[in-house]
C-alpha cells in the first residue's frame, strides 16, 4: 500500500474530468498566482494606465486620419508680370 499523497494518473481512455492533470498541485499554483497579484491599489493604478495609453494611441490615430483626410494642395499661385 503506498501511502504518499500523490495521485495516480488517469487510466488509458478515461475523460480528463476523471484525472487531475496537475498531479494535485492544483491549490497550491492557485495560492502562488494569487500572492502574485497587485493589490487592489496597484491592480487600479495599472487599468488607469492602460486606459490612458489607449487614449494616446487613440489620438496618434486621429491626427493620421486628419492628415490623411485633407486634400492636397494645388500649389501656390503667382502672378507673372
Same mark, same amino acid.
Given at each position: 500500500m503506498n501511502d504518499s499523497p500523490e495521485q495516480t494518473?488517469?487510466?488509458e481512455g478515461a475523460s480528463p474530468s476523471q484525472g487531475c492533470v496537475c498531479g %494535485? &498541485? %492544483?491549490p497550491d499554483f492557485s495560492?502562488?498566482? *494569487?500572492?502574485?497579484?497587485? !493589490?487592489?491599489a496597484a491592480g487600479e493604478h495599472?487599468? $488607469?494606465? %492602460? @486606459?490612458e495609453f489607449l487614449k494616446g494611441f487613440r489620438e496618434l @490615430?486621429? =491626427?493620421?486620419? =486628419? !492628415? @490623411? !483626410? *485633407? &486634400?492636397? !494642395? &494645388? %500649389?501656390? &499661385? @503667382? $502672378?507673372?508680370e
Open positions: 494518473p488517469a487510466p %494535485g &498541485k %492544483g495560492r502562488m498566482l *494569487q500572492m502574485m497579484m497587485p !493589490s487592489e495599472f487599468r $488607469n494606465a %492602460g @486606459l @490615430l486621429d =491626427q493620421r486620419i =486628419q !492628415s @490623411l !483626410s *485633407q &486634400k492636397p !494642395s &494645388k %500649389g501656390t &499661385k @503667382l $502672378n507673372v
